[in-house]
């Protein structure tokens, strides 16, 4: 009998110790989590901080400028333009906090990837900062002036445009974080057939379906809706699925190769 109770209560202990070295990974988790993400928050008040002292009234004159000449910006609420100077302020910290924030939620689920992975996506993260800028840069100068132009003037030999800023700055906005996160097409492309999710073949064989599909997100993107403006977006994305296929045909040929070996 009392043996019987020696065996049950060296088995409490061993489940006890069991669950607590479950407890203890879980744990640990939460407080990388914690970490992670107080690092991001202090990270962006920085950044925002950053915005509002020195860019922010820079960024809304750069916005201005794409617009046509002699048309002018209006407000018609008491609190818009304070609204729209805070807006601005919280995107341009956003920005700026972009490549932190993207590297605190690699560093985050890092542990469970095998180190080829590793150095993959983090091989890659700068190339995320660039192509994001390159689209940014492609909205401002490329795709906003002929859109704005077309809406300014649309009709207005019958009604006179009025725009007020709120209106201006969330449709400019919209628009270029829109194709900045598009053109990280062949970023995510790439490291799609790196880890054998897609192949070059596979991607090759549904051009035509990305002609379409292209279409379809210049369509959401764009505020017109005139095929001209609907072509400057849609022809970068099919250009930029090109560039997919070339750098996933670099990296899948790597890794069949090193299967291979």
């Not at 002292?53 to 794409?66: E, H, K, M």
């Not at 302020?89 to 605190?104: D, E, N």
């Not at 300014?152 to 019958?158: D, L, R």
């Amino acid at each position: 009998m009392a043996n019987t109770t020696a065996v049950k209560e060296e088995v409490k202990i061993s489940t006890a110790g069991q669950n607590e070295e479950a407890r203890m990974p879980f744990m640990l988790h939460l407080k990388e989590l914690r970490d992670r993400l107080l690092r991001s928050v202090i990270a962006l008040v920085i950044t925002i901080g950053i915005s509002m002292f020195f860019l922010t009234d820079r960024v809304l004159l750069l916005l201005q400028r794409p617009a046509p000449e002699g048309f002018g910006l209006i407000v018609t609420e008491i609190t818009e333009n304070i609204g729209v100077w805070f807006n601005v302020s919280l995107w341009s910290g956003f920005i700026l906090a972009m490549p932190i924030l993207v590297y605190q939620l690699f560093a985050y689920v890092a542990p469970g990837m095998t180190s080829k992975e590793k150095r993959m996506i983090f091989s890659i993260l700068p190339f995320v900062t660039i192509m994001f800028l390159c689209g940014v840069a492609f909205a401002y100068l490329v795709a906003l002036p002929p859109a704005l132009n077309f809406l300014f003037n649309f009709n207005s030999e019958v009604a006179t445009s009025m725009i007020r800023l709120s209106n201006y700055v969330n449709v400019v906005t919209r628009l270029i974080l829109a194709v900045g996160l598009v053109f990280e097409t062949p970023l995510i492309i790439m490291a799609l057939a790196r880890l054998g999710v897609v192949s070059p073949q596979w991607l090759a064989a549904r051009r035509k379906l990305w002609v379409v599909v292209a279409f379809i997100v210049a369509a959401i993107i764009t505020p017109t809706f005139d095929p001209i403006n609907q072509s400057i977006i849609a022809i970068p994305l099919i250009l930029l699925l090109e560039l997919g296929i070339l750098l996933s045909r670099v990296v899948y040929k790597k890794k069949r190769e090193g299967g291979i070996r």
